[in-house]
Each structure stands twice: as C-alpha cells, then as structure tokens.
C-alpha cells in the first residue's frame, strides 16, 4: 500500500502552499477581524482554490468534490490563517447542498460563482437553543399562496452578514428541509456575533416573515436531515485536516524556540523533559495525519457509508491539537504567552475545533453506536 500522495494531490498542496505564501502579511491582520478581510478574500479568487469546491460542469475541477484535496488546502491554510481557511471551507459548506440536491437553476445561478469566489455562502443550521440536536430546531416554513413563508433565528452562523445566500435548515410540515434563501430577501437580518476567543466572520440571521417561492426548497420535501449529514460526510473530516495543519505550525514554531533558547548550558531540545514533548507532538501529529487522509478518502467514496470515518478523525485530530498545542505553549515558557505571537493565536483557535462541525462528547456517542453496531 502507498502512503504517498501522487502528483495531483502535491500539485494541489503546492497550489495551497502559494496562496498562504501571498498571504502571510495579511495573516495576523486578517485573523483578529470579525469581518472579511478584503485582501485576503482578493487572494482567494486569484488562487482558484474555490473550484476545488465545485463539479467541473459549473466551473469546478473535476466531476465531484475530492474530500481529501479539500483536507489538504485546510491543513496548509490553517498554518497561515484561520480566516483564509474559514472563508475556503465555507466555500463547500456552503454550496454542497445546492451539488447534490439543488435545481438546474439553482446550480446554474450560484455554482460558477462559488467556485470564482466572487460570492460567499452560509449554512444556517445552528440555532440559540438548538446546537447538536438538529430536530429541536424551531425555525419553520409554511406554505402560504404560491410560495412558503420562513420564520426563526440561526446562531453562530459562519460567514453571516458577509454571505450571498444561507443554506437554511427549517422545519417544513412533519420534517425537516433545507431552503435556498438569498440574503438579500425582506425579512433576513444579521447581527454579529459577540467577540469569541478566535475572532471569526460569525453572526445571528433572523428569519422574519421572509417569503421565498416553492423552487426554494433544496430536494424534497423532508431532505434536510439527509442534507445535512451528507454535507457533514464531506466536510466534517476537512475538521480534522485543518487541525492537522495547526498543530504543526505549532509544532514549528516549538522546534524553533527551543533548537536555539539555551538553558542549564544546551538547547531546551536537549532537555529530556522538552525532548520527550517534541517526540510526542510529531508522533501525534503524524497518526492524526493518517487517520484523516484515510478517512478523507473514504468521504470521497461514499461520504455518508463512512460518515463514522469522517467523525473519528475530526475526534482525533481535533483533541490532538489542543493538546500539541498546549505543550508547545509549555516549551515556550513565557514567550509562548505573549499576547498576538504565532502561538498565542493557535493556541486561541485550536480550542474551537473540540466544538464546531460537531463536539467531541457527540462524536464519541455516535462512534460508539456504530461500533455496537458492527460488531454486536
């Protein structure tokens, strides 16, 4: 068995890796915004790395989405900036219910533009009182006329206020579906966020009396669970390849400090103590490396068969940054505590990753019940 990645998976990772060159100067800037950074959304489109997002039929680069390409671009992203990973991302996340389940017009009117990334989208499924348990949302569409009225409020809704569209996750008769509602509709408005640890482009979307016709429903009627975890198959293991990539900038940044901070007369690195942490961090860093790329290819074979794939490497690779992470501020000492240094910053943004896409006590229960399923 191969565990290289062939040409096409370097050309992409090369790709990746010259975007983050272009915008390492915006980084720090970009990365303590609660908005889009202009620049760095200008990068985005110069790179093309949104077609990755996309079929080739509406300007995409190849006939399916390739989950591990995507893990890939996230792991060198996120070593730059977490708002330049965010804003990709969301590029999927985003548009991948319009992929699978969107209308010919649906697909023609938004696809080519996501993959130019001359529009931003936002998957409206988080609620204030409902987070992991989707079927306590109260956000409802009605049927009134020729077309269908939706109420509710959606929290914590990445790229909110910045993005073209939502992708909103409704209650719709006995079930649940998913609607395509233009931002710009009477009745949407958006409050940001309050500050969280990792600035991110975040608000709360108010759905008030917005009236979209019958074609605005993605799918049939009582999809939208389906949707979701379809999307989760693919994106959710995009988790694990973004932490991957935190965890080794901050492995980085540890190397460097300690090959030259000399203690008791000799590098911290010839410490056994600092030794044994270094050790620990690559050896964690490559099996999360593994499992994900595993896992994300295959999402790519059939994202919802091995969705349970998807959510031990975001498990795994999630909680493995924290503590990477951790220890790497540990090695640093007092110089890893400097408010706005490279590490600092990681430290703040690997926390959010044990959370979003699923938090880790929900994806240990769903692992679980597969496992009883396999084997009982």
């Not at 915006?26 to 609660?34: G, I």
């Not at 699978?100 to 080519?112: A, E, I, N, R, T």
């Not at 965890?247 to 911290?268: D, K, N, W, Y």
Request: proline share 4%; with cysteine.
């Amino acid at each position: 068995m191969n565990f290289e990645l062939d040409a096409k998976y370097l050309d992409v990772q090369e790709q990746a890796r010259g975007f983050a060159r272009s915008i390492e100067h915006l980084a720090v800037a970009a990365d303590d915004m609660s908005e889009v950074h202009p620049g760095l959304l200008e990068a985005l489109r110069e790179s093309e790395l949104s077609r990755l997002m996309v079929p080739s039929e509406y300007g995409g680069v190849s006939t399916s989405l390739d989950p591990l390409a995507i893990c890939l671009v996230r792991e060198v992203l996120m070593a730059t900036s977490c708002q330049a990973d965010s804003l990709f991302a969301m590029q999927g996340i985003g548009s991948f219910a319009i992929t699978v389940s969107g209308s010919d017009k649906q697909c023609k009117q938004w696809l080519p533009r996501i993959a130019s990334a001359e529009c931003l989208p936002a998957f409206a499924l988080t609620e204030p009182g409902s987070g992991s348990d989707l079927k306590s949302i109260k956000a409802e569409v009605v049927s009134e006329g020729d077309g269908l009225r939706l109420n509710g409020k959606k929290s914590f809704i990445s790229n909110a206020g910045a993005a073209a569209y939502y992708i909103a996750f409704a209650r719709d008769g006995g079930g649940f579906s998913m609607f395509l509602v233009p931002a710009d509709s009477n009745g949407v408005s958006v409050e940001p966020t309050p500050d969280v640890i990792a600035p991110h482009v975040m608000g709360e979307v108010t759905f008030d009396n917005v009236r979209v016709p019958n074609d605005a429903r993605l799918g049939e009627g009582g999809d939208g669970l389906d949707l979701v975890l379809a999307t989760l198959g693919v994106f959710r293991v995009s988790v694990a390849g973004a932490a991957v990539g935190l965890a080794q900038a901050a492995l980085e940044e540890a190397v460097r400090h300690t090959s030259t901070r000399i203690q008791f007369g000799r590098p911290l690195n010839r410490l056994g103590p600092v030794a044994q942490m270094l050790a620990d961090c690559w050896t964690e860093i490559e099996m999360a490396r593994l499992i994900t790329y595993r896992a994300a290819y295959l999402a790519g074979t059939d994202s919802l068969a091995n969705v349970h794939y998807s959510s031990m490497a975001k498990l795994g690779a999630s909680e493995m940054a924290s503590r990477v992470v951790d220890r790497c501020v540990q090695m640093m000492g007092r110089f890893g505590l400097i408010r706005n240094s490279k590490m600092e910053r990681l430290y703040r943004q690997a926390r959010p990753m044990r959370i979003y896409e699923g938090a880790s006590e929900v994806l240990r229960q769903s692992i679980a019940k597969k496992l009883s399923e396999e084997f009982l």
